[in-house]
């Protein structure tokens, strides 16, 4: 899976990435026999992955980035992969940018209140702090034909770092493109299901108004705040009629449900999504570029009637981890 991975909508078995090179045998077997056998590949997976396929942003944009104070629970380091190509899938050719994802989920080292098993990780657990939250940041580059600035702004020929001149409209559309896109994954392998029904059934609707402010970074870089709530689906598989392949989806992160999670929520249940995205123009010489910092928790209703509300814990975590966010110009 090229991380959070985009399932060609002809074929829901599509297998990139390191599961191609396994079967091309350019990994050990006997290696990866090993790691069965030990029990940790869930573990394991996802750092093979990270090596297999995260770009080296400071060679390849010149652009510095790194994260820290990430919540306990999550991936301490990020995935980092070119994002242009889902942007454009999921949004059918809407969104042409040269975009890169970087991101953290919830994994499996042990945390409070958060079930400790290898078989997912907390970012499934219904009552986990960090269930189906994402810390990450989107990089939208200001290429020379434009399309970066057509896409961020409200007018082109204005300027590129007034927070007033952003387009709200296309900042939220990242994000949810995002959710379209795991959510989407998290079907792979089900049989007769195509893209038409995924498009009649997949929600993404925002919950009021949006609260907008301004923010203002340790090096006093002045950033736009947006603050939402949106109704959503879980990317929650439902193991009885998918297939989702162990290293090419995003199971490679999160694992799999079973049955204690399903006693919990139906698979793709509705949830409230809580968070906020913080964007503003980097003018760096090659490669400037629009940052969007985003970050979520979410609200939901478990089967036995418990009312799960991870934001107000998560939110003040998260804006540590922003605090700590080290992203700025290479060259």
Known sequence: MDSKRLIKRNSNAVKKGLGA???????????LTAMFLIGYCTVLVPKLLRMEKNIDL??????????KNIPK?????????PFSEYLSEMSDGKVDVDA??????GGYSPVPGCKKTLKYSHMLDPKCRLVNSWWGVYLIYDDSAGKGAAFMLQNPS???SDLNNLNRESIQTVPMLDQKLITWSSHEGQKDYTWKDFENEFVFQRIGELESSDFRDL??????????NFKTLAALTDTKKTDMHYLSSIRAYVGLPDEEVYKQVDPWYSFTLKGEVLTRYFPCGKNPFWAIVYYNGSKLNTKDGTA???????????????????LECGE
């Open 21 to 31: 090179r396994i079967r091309r045998g350019i990994v050990p077997v006997s290696a």
């Open 58 to 67: 400071k060679k390849e944009k010149g652009t510095v980035l790194e994260y």
């Open 73 to 81: 629970g999550m991936y301490t380091k990020p995935f980092i992969i």
């Open 100 to 105: 890169v994802n970087s991101y953290t989920v």
């Open 158 to 160: 204005g300027s590129k």
């Open 219 to 228: 090096q006093k870089r002045e950033w736009l705040r947006l603050s939402g």
């Open 308 to 326: 799960v509300d991870t934001w107000p814990e998560i939110e003040g975590e998260f804006r540590k981890s922003l605090l700590s966010l080290k």
